[in-house]
């Protein structure tokens, strides 16, 4: 029975420490690499204005890997932090951001975020973002969020009257974003459905956001993606429960929407596929 049991001890202990290991090497952030003056392209604006990156449900280094590369390869951006937080708010960077730093990219992720809920990844990105601000002094910032990491974004930002004072947001980038996950999968989108809404977060966002007066000018990008034999879904989150963001931001005096949708294209795709990640260059970085 001992025999046994120092058997079963020592595969726990086998499979523990592979998990770490696999665990380790998923959150070992994506490498940077220096945008230098004599790399600048005449194309692109450069300005000390930085970029969050924000993965969803599960996501880790592997999220915005190639969107990363892709950028610095091409000299438009570059990635000079990478920003950890644990379940217990404890921060961890590594990197560097100068005061000099152009289109500098932070990648933000999460030691754990396969929570049944968004709501735990809330309170850490509350306060990673709030680091941010103390730390580097970063008061103006971008932000590209993929599917709950957008989700979490919008909570943690409109539930904090301090983060709305001392971050301001220039242009906000949504990959597949879930706003109102009460709505049945297969409606097409009206703005009538928002009081249908049995969503208590969806309904909590509305009335934060009709009392919420960014300072300066912002504009939201939505971009969604259908899955090849479907018009409603990108294989995981429902296209109706995207476009519900429009619903939030309708009428609002100060902030401009815009938003798209990729057939063809699934949940994962959204943060990989070339014609995206130009469309987002091109918002955020490339001149007119």
């Known amino acids: 029975m001992k025999k046994l049991f120092k058997i079963l001890l020592s595969l726990l202990t086998g499979f523990i420490l592979i998990g770490a290991g696999i665990q380790a090497y998923l959150l070992r952030g994506t490498a940077g690499v220096p945008l230098t003056k004599a790399k600048y392209r005449s194309d692109v604006r450069y300005s000390s204005t930085p970029t969050?990156?924000?993965?969803?449900?599960?996501?880790?280094?592997?999220?915005y890997q190639k969107l990363i590369n892709y950028y610095q390869e091409r000299h438009i951006a570059q990635k000079t932090l990478t920003v950890w937080i644990s379940p217990w708010g404890n921060i961890r960077v590594t990197g560097h951001l100068n005061k000099g730093d152009k289109n500098?990219?932070?990648?933000v992720l999460y030691d754990w975020n396969y929570d049944s809920t968004f709501h735990p990844q809330v309170k850490q990105l509350s306060r990673a973002l709030s680091y941010l601000h103390s730390r580097y002094h970063i008061d103006r910032t971008n932000v590209i969020a993929h599917s709950y990491g957008g989700t979490e974004f919008m909570h943690a930002y409109?539930?904090?009257?301090?983060?709305?004072?001392?971050?301001q947001l220039n242009k906000v980038v949504f990959l597949g974003v879930p706003a109102e996950e009460s709505?049945?999968?297969?409606?097409?989108?009206?703005y009538h459905l928002i009081k249908h809404s049995r969503d208590k977060n969806f309904i909590r966002l509305r009335k934060q956001m009709k009392d919420w007066q960014p300072t300066g000018k912002l504009t939201i990008y939505n971009f969604m993606g259908t899955k090849p034999g479907s018009t409603h879904t990108d294989g995981e989150v429902p296209l109706i429960q995207s476009e519900m963001l429009k619903s939030l931001i309708k009428g609002h005096p100060t902030i401009q929407y815009y938003q798209k949708v990729y057939p063809q294209t699934t949940h994962r795709q959204l943060h990989d596929?070339?014609?995206i990640l130009n469309q987002i260059a091109d918002k955020?970085?490339?001149?007119e």
């Open 284 to 287: 955020l970085w490339m001149k």
């Open 52 to 63: 969050i990156l924000i993965p969803g449900w599960g996501g880790n280094t592997v999220t």
């Open 104 to 107: 500098a990219l932070i990648q």
């Open 183 to 190: 709505l049945s999968s297969r409606l097409n989108y009206h």
């Open 158 to 167: 409109l539930n904090s009257p301090q983060l709305q004072k001392d971050l």
């Open 273 to 275: 596929r070339a014609v």
